[in-house]
């Protein structure tokens, strides 16, 4: 925002409340009321009304208190924002980026906990990036916020309160992250393991997991929904031959499905195993917290999974 | 001037403003009956504490038409010109395509504009290049006023590439990003939340990023029908636009009819354009078949707009004379639906008359006044009778090219013979755009995959395949971008 005056921010709570989770703390201040703009609960209105200002040369940010309210505007974000560039032939560019918390939070029943990673990735004219380090999160959301096109930014409730180590690099002001390139979180031989968000720190924990068994996990952090990062998975899964797809969304038509896919058309000789799918259960969010916690994915789960693809013996069923 | 009457003067006082002219008299707080019944048969606020924003309505609602061809305002010979091209170009280029299509040039969905003219013209040409126009799938006219070329747009409806979004967008999406054309848009009420959007960049850059025109603040000017008032983000729009004073106008094209739907089926109160004072804006209804009216309004709420005073509601009162789409067999306008007899209005009109001024004891005195009254009556059951027995007739009748045409020859601003001329290098336009179309070729192959995106590699990732971040003059904030 300081780059460049034509970049705001509008959203619900973002300026005097300082953000519903507190991320444009202090922007109001420092910007003004003219470009952070705290909006009436109307979000079809507001995101047409970002879309509007992006057709006409401004480049909004539009804060979705959750992803799951962008349903009432997905009409804007896919309509308006994504088909444009094509319906009038390159004259009409949408530098417009929609981010917010996406995925499950916790206790927050089945209304607040949708991923929408795989609807928003089934469009064409749309970017999907989903952050999970801190790195990831400045330098994918200054890139977004340049791109000339629509962004959409799955951010995660619960990693906004999580640390990271981050490089003097990152600090730089300038910052950015290539859209569409995967990030090796850690090296491996024996297994792939894919995550987004959240779940690349479980996948994390489970490769530390599988380490002390002798199973020498490889995580790939995608970072960058749409476009896939199809080479690099590819290239893992030539290394090591066994794919386990991890993501906190449902499990039908979701990201796992688009990545297996991915791999069978690209490296299908390559493969020593079928590929595995750790996804959230296929029913909306429950509430109560033990059956939360058998409804998303946990790291003994992805574990499981990783040893099933190494076809050790593991009991099918998961345990609460 | 009758006090019912609509005409030019100013019909919006500022908002900050207690004192108006007699037109638009605020409310004390503590209105009495007397007043607020007196503003409530002029159509003012119905709310006493809504003194400044006026609902406004036309002659047409009133039912007093004699004064109106008396109110309308002078143009210049060249306007009066302008504005009739203009609306011939309109309806012999949605003529053509009805033909064409007919012919299997043209597919898909095809909406076609005839009847409506008056409001494209009336408003579209008082805007300049700069000001933004946003419309639904019904906006071919909306194209050629704001000055996309006959032929870019018969060969974008050919689906050619040189058509004015090179055949990718069809006749629903019509963008002309010089002409600031935002857009065709299919869903209805998508286009309402852009245009103000459209209309907060005008003025965020006026205010935030300091670039002023010469003029004022741009104006954006959103189209869209009778069925869409319904729609959440209408509200949705009404209430931010004036919230932030944005410079929009939002036209309500009321024809009656949502495709099959009519207004006075799906609405609870069907006069729109009490719509907006209810979210603090002023509401304007306006005779949609009288480019002269529409005009008048168009540059009060336009001049208004530009001086920063916000935005208003115009419904113009107006007429499709095709139907929905050239698929839309058009069953549910068919003439003598709800006919009733002339001679029974007629018979029940004599009745009403006879039995009211028997009760009055008028008959004794005054059958001056009684035959006056009598002959209104009747006026106003003719009225009934032409709306109930022929909608079609009764607004073919009102065409507002033959009005418009009827104007200038009165008023003698031009001969017959000039305004034939012009229908005749009209004609001949839209031939030649025809003519270029067939012979223009469609898009190659290639362009298939083309335009997703403005930059496809993203902004991560420089023309050289390379990632931009490494680029080391990235960080100087010199690097190509």
């Known amino acids: ?320 | 001037m009758a006090a019912t009457s609509f005409t030019a003067a100013k019909f919006l006082a500022p908002v900050a403003a207690r004192s108006g002219g007699e037109r638009a008299p605020p409310l004390p707080a503590g209105a009495s009956s007397s007043s607020f019944a007196r503003a409530m048969r002029r159509g003012g606020a119905h709310h006493p504490r809504l003194r400044t924003a006026l609902a406004v309505s036309s002659d047409v609602l009133a039912g007093n038409k004699a004064q109106a061809a008396a109110a309308n305002p002078a143009v210049t010979r060249e306007e009066a010109l302008e504005l009739y091209e203009d609306m011939v170009l309109g309806r012999v280029f949605e003529d053509m395509c009805a033909q064409m299509y007919y012919r299997g040039k043209m597919f898909g969905f095809v909406h076609l504009y005839n009847g409506q003219e008056a409001v494209s013209t009336g408003f579209i040409k008082y805007l300049n290049q700069a000001d933004c126009v946003v419309s639904t799938y019904r906006d071919h006219v909306h194209a050629l006023s704001k000055g996309v070329p006959a032929r870019s747009v018969m060969a974008e409806l050919f689906g050619k590439a040189t058509g004015c979004c090179r055949g990718q967008g069809g006749s629903m999406h019509m963008f002309s990003a010089p002409h600031n054309l935002l857009g065709g848009f299919a869903f209805i009420g998508e286009g309402i939340p852009v245009a103000t959007g459209a209309a907060f960049a005008a003025k965020y850059r006026h205010e935030v990023l300091k670039q002023s025109g010469p003029d004022g603040l741009d104006v954006t000017v959103a189209f869209f029908g009778d069925g869409t008032c319904n729609n959440g983000q209408f509200f949705e729009c009404l209430n931010m636009a004036q919230l932030w004073k944005l410079p929009i106008i939002f036209v309500v094209e009321n024809n009656l009819w949502a495709i099959g739907m009519s207004h006075l089926r799906a609405t609870s109160d069907p006069e729109i354009f009490k719509k907006g004072p209810a979210f603090g804006m002023p509401g304007v209804h306006v005779d949609g078949m009288d480019v002269l009216k529409v005009r008048e309004v168009a540059k009060e709420a336009i001049d208004r707009a530009r001086r920063g005073e916000g935005p208003t509601l115009v419904e113009c009162e107006t007429y499709r004379f095709r139907g929905h789409s050239l698929a839309d067999p058009d069953e549910l306008r068919k003439p003598g639906k709800d006919y009733f007899p002339v001679s029974f209005y007629f018979f029940a009109s004599l009745v009403k008359f006879l039995v009211l001024t028997r009760l009055s004891g008028e008959m004794e005195n005054g059958i001056k006044a009684s035959l006056a009254k009598f002959v209104a009556m009747l006026k106003m059951a003719s009225n009934i009778v032409l709306m109930k027995t022929d909608e079609k007739s009764h607004y073919a009748a009102r065409d507002p090219i033959t009005a418009l045409k009827k104007y200038i020859i009165e008023e003698n601003l031009a001969t017959e013979s000039e305004l034939k001329s012009i229908e005749k290098k009209i004609e001949d336009v839209v031939e030649e755009a025809v003519e270029f179309a067939d012979a223009s070729p469609h898009p190659p192959r290639s362009q298939l995959l083309e335009n997703v995106f403005a930059d496809p590699k993203g902004f991560g990732i420089g023309p050289d395949g390379k990632y931009r971040c490494e680029d080391p003059k990235f960080t100087q904030g010199t690097a190509q971008v």
């Not at chain 1, 977004?144 to 999580?162: H, Q, T």
Request: charged content about 20%.
């Open chain 1, 1 to 320: 925002m300081s780059a460049d005056p034509s970049v705001f921010l509008m959203g619900e709570e973002v300026g005097e409340y300082q953000g519903a989770y507190k991320i444009s703390k202090g922007l109001l201040d420092k910007y003004g009321p003219d470009r952070v703009l705290d909006t009436p609960i109307t979000e079809a209105g507001f995101t047409g009304i970002g879309v509007g200002a992006a057709y006409h040369g401004l480049r909004p940010i539009v804060e979705f208190m959750t992803f799951n309210f962008s349903m009432q505007a997905i009409d804007h974000i896919i309509n308006s924002a994504a088909k444009s560039n094509y319906m009038s032939a390159g004259q009409i560019s949408v530098p417009i980026v929609f981010r917010g918390p996406n995925g499950a939070a916790a206790g927050v029943g089945a209304q607040h906990s949708q991923c929408y990673a795989a609807w928003y990735a089934h469009v064409p004219g749309l970017k999907v990036l989903a952050p999970y380090s801190a790195e990831d999160a400045r330098g994918l959301l200054k890139a977004a916020i340049r791109d000339p096109d629509p962004v959409v930014f799955l951010e995660n409730e619960l990693l906004y309160g999580e640390s990271f180590p981050v490089s003097a690099e990152v600090l730089d002001s300038s910052f950015c992250l290539p859209i569409g390139k995967a990030k090796i979180e850690r090296q491996g031989k024996d297994v792939t393991i894919t995550a987004f968000s959240k779940m690349v720190g479980y996948a994390l924990q489970a490769a530390d997991i599988l380490a002390k068994e002798g199973i020498s996990a490889e995580v790939i952090n995608l970072r960058s929904i749409r476009p896939l990062d199809r080479a690099a998975i590819n290239a893992s899964v030539r290394k090591t031959n066994r794919l386990v797809t991890v993501e906190e969304g449902f499990p039908q038509h979701g990201i796992g499905a688009e990545i297996c896919m991915s791999v069978v058309e690209d490296s299908f000789a390559y493969l020593d195993a079928p590929v595995e799918r750790i996804a959230g259960a296929d029913v909306p969010m429950p509430y109560a917290a033990n059956l939360e916690r058998m409804a998303v994915p946990q790291v003994d789960d992805i574990v499981r999974a990783a040893k099933r693809a190494c076809y050790r013996t593991v009991p099918m069923a998961a345990t609460a």
